[in-house]
Each structure stands twice: as structure tokens, then as C-alpha cells.
């Protein structure tokens, strides 16, 4: 039987395809608005960034480290950039026992090597024992150095009071299938940044990444897990420099460290 009424086969089947379409498009921005809610409802990472002191250009290097770990990861940050550009300094934060209360995790940013006051560094060890997570970048790993006391050390998951010059290193991978690792290139070379010795790597600690010196052909933990009481602990000795902290590896590695701290990465 033939259709009539102006309709034929072809037009029929080609107002189905349009119809079928729609319905597609429909679907698919659907899919989008149920994913960008999703997100949206994803609770964010509430970060403590503990900055300032010696050497460094904290104001650029906490702008920095910001956006680029909004890349991967959704946080609130709280900045305090406190004792100002010498190394004896004692920040007033701590003062308060409860000052990392509401954090999620703390990164530890600044340079005070010669910071000696063993109770002002139990202040904060002990809150980090008692389980709060942190991550600790480069200049954080000579931060009271001076003491004599080992808790900030045990705390960090390793000893280091030197480094070597300022070089493009590159990074070999001993732990790749760390998921903080996730992304990072086999064949990364850090922008030019300073090699730290590390002394000791305490028994809590695992390396997940090395790097060679160029003097005596040694190799040195760069990036490292570390348990410190209930707390754990990502750590990487790289960040001298303002262009790695532009740099997109270190950036992802920053912010997964964050998420696998605060439970956010499955091991």
C-alpha cells in the first residue's frame, strides 16, 4: 500500500533519524549535566599551606602551586605566609593547639633551618602524630635542621641538611605504580632545581621516585611516602625553583599527593 499524503519512504525514515537524533543529543547533555553536578558535589579538599621564610619566592611559588593543583584536584586553601625571609623564625600559628583543626591536609612550604626550640617543634609534630596528613616540599626537609631533637625529621621520613647545585635532573621511578605517580612521565627532567642530599631515610619511609647527583653519581630519594603516627605523610625535595613549580608533572604530583594523604587515592 503507498503512502500518500506527500510522505514518502524516504521522508518518513528521515523525520525518524532526526527524531532519533534529538533524542541522542538529549541523552548525551544529560550525561554531561549529571557528570559537572557530580563534581560540584564532590566535598573539596580543605589545605592548610604553611609558607615563608628563607630563599624562596613563596608569594609567586603558593599562587603557583594553587592553580596548578586545581587542575586535579578541588581544594579550599587557607595560606599563611608568616616569620618573614630569615631562619630563626617562630610563627605565632602554632600557638594555638588547635591549629590545624578543619584540615584535611597541611602542606608545609618554608624554609626555617635554624629554628632550635624544641617545644615549639613538638607543636607541631605531635598534631600531625595524632593523625593529621601533610604533604612537605623541598625547603621543608631543611627546616629545623638545626635542632636536635629528631621529630620534624621522623616526621618527614627523611634527614637532609644539604643539596647539590641547581641542574635539570632526571627522575627515575622506583615505586610507578604508586598512584601518586599516575601521569608522570618515564622520562622526566625537572626544570632546574637543586638536588637535596638525603642523609637517611627513616624506617616509616618509602621512596617512590631518585634522582642521580651530578658530583658523585649517587641517587637520593625526590619523592617519598612516609607514616608518621596515624598520619600519612608525601614528601618530594624538588620546588627550589619558581619554574617547578610551573611545571605540569610537578603540579599532578603535588596535587595526587594531596588526594592519597587525605584518602582521596586508593593505594
Request: proline share 3%.
Amino acid at each position: 500500500m503507498a503512502l500518500t499524503g506527500g510522505f514518502g519512504v524516504s521522508s518518513v525514515r528521515h523525520m525518524i533519524m532526526r527524531f532519533l537524533l534529538r533524542l541522542f543529543f538529549i541523552f548525551l547533555l544529560s550525561v554531561f549535566v549529571s557528570i559537572a553536578q557530580a563534581e560540584d558535589k564532590q566535598e573539596s579538599i580543605r589545605a592548610l599551606l604553611v609558607t615563608g621564610g628563607c630563599c624562596h619566592n613563596y608569594k609567586y611559588q603558593s599562587k603557583a602551586l594553587i592553580e596548578g593543583v586545581a587542575k586535579d584536584a578541588k581544594v579550599d586553601w587557607k595560606v599563611v605566609n608568616e616569620g618573614g625571609r630569615g631562619t630563626r623564625a617562630k610563627i605565632a600559628f602554632y600557638d594555638d593547639p588547635n591549629w590545624a583543626k578543619g584540615f584535611d591536609v597541611v602542606v608545609h612550604n618554608e624554609c626555617f633551618a635554624n629554628t632550635v626550640d624544641e617545644k615549639y617543634i613538638r607543636k607541631i609534630t605531635k598534631v600531625h602524630k595524632a593523625g593529621v596528613p601533610a604533604v612537605v616540599i623541598h625547603c621543608a626537609m631543611h627546616t629545623y635542621r638545626a635542632a636536635k631533637i629528631d621529630d620534624w625529621r621522623k616526621f618527614l621520613g627523611v634527614t637532609s641538611r644539604r643539596h647539590d647545585h641547581q641542574s635539570r635532573y632526571p627522575v627515575k621511578k622506583v615505586a610507578s605504580k604508586h598512584p601518586i605517580l599516575k601521569g608522570m612521565p618515564d622520562n622526566w627532567i625537572t626544570p632546574k632545581d637543586e638536588l637535596y642530599i638525603i642523609e637517611k631515610m627513616w624506617p616509616s619511609a618509602q621512596a617512590l621516585a631518585k634522582s642521580k647527583s651530578e658530583r658523585d653519581g649517587k641517587e637520593h630519594a625526590v619523592a617519598w611516602t612516609n607514616q608518621y603516627g596515624k598520619a600519612k605523610i608525601f614528601g618530594t625535595t624538588y620546588g627550589h625553583s619558581d619554574a617547578t613549580f610551573d611545571d605540569p608533572v610537578f603540579q599532578k604530583m603535588i596535587a595526587r599527593g594531596m588526594l592519597w594523604v587525605s584518602g582521596k587515592l586508593k593505594d
